[in-house]
């Protein structure tokens, strides 16, 4: 693939993807989850990040989607590119890391959308707050994985532009 409005296309889809999701999830754990603790009542509070989350949630979903239509691509076309697999560089070894993290990544989002937040919700409207807790900490466990992936993700798909 040597047309550069591809690349280039496929590229700013992948860029655009990530920035949705590790943005969204920055911006959630720096800003919004904080402000909303600080400012709401702890009902409302749940309900505000409940529908926000179901909204984000759209958006997350998509973004996996669309980084891993664009990342095969990207992946094949690189000079480095040998197989999934391949250790014999380092360009291979950061790569099977980064995809690792992604994998990571795509997993967390799942338990925390489909899993943890509706047994939170859950338990928040039955006014179980012993389990609330449980689950609003396995959440900002979770929440804390998936920031450090995301990190992570990000500093070896730098690293990887360089070698």
Same mark, same amino acid.
């Given at each position: 693939m040597d047309n550069l409005f591809v690349k280039t296309f496929?590229?700013v889809l992948h860029v655009l993807a990530t920035v949705i999701? #590790? +943005? /969204? ?6 800003? *919004? ?12 509070? /749940?309900?505000?990040? $409940? ?9 997350? @979903?998509?973004? *996996?989607? &669309?980084? /891993? *239509?664009?990342? *095969?691509?990207?992946? #094949?076309?690189?000079? =480095?590119?040998?197989? &999934? ?6 360009? /291979?070894? #950061?790569?099977? &890391?980064? =995809?690792?993290? @992604?994998?990571?990544?795509v997993i967390l989002a799942v338990l925390n959308f489909e899993? #943890? ?8 409207? +039955?006014?179980? $707050?012993? $389990? ?18 995301? &990190? +992570?993700? %990000?500093? %070896? ?7």
């Amino acid at each position: 693939m040597d047309n550069l409005f591809v690349k280039t296309f496929l590229d700013v889809l992948h860029v655009l993807a990530t920035v949705i999701w #590790i +943005g /969204g999830m920055l911006v959630n754990f720096l800003v *919004i989850r904080p402000t909303t603790a600080k400012v709401l009542e702890p009902a409302v509070a /749940g309900k505000f990040t $409940q529908a926000l989350m179901k909204r984000f949630r759209i958006f997350v @979903y998509a973004s *996996i989607v &669309i980084l /891993g *239509i664009t990342g *095969i691509p990207m992946n #094949i076309v690189s000079e =480095h590119y040998e197989s &999934i697999i391949y250790f014999e560089n380092t360009w /291979g070894i #950061i790569s099977f &890391i980064k =995809h690792l993290l @992604y994998g990571l990544l795509v997993i967390l989002a799942v338990l925390n959308f489909e899993v #943890i937040g509706p047994r939170l919700a859950g338990a928040a409207s +039955g006014g179980d $707050q012993v $389990q609330a807790a449980k689950w609003r900490k396995r959440l900002a466990m979770s929440g804390m994985v998936a920031m450090a992936s995301a &990190i +992570g993700t %990000l500093i %070896l798909s730098s690293m990887m532009r360089y070698l």
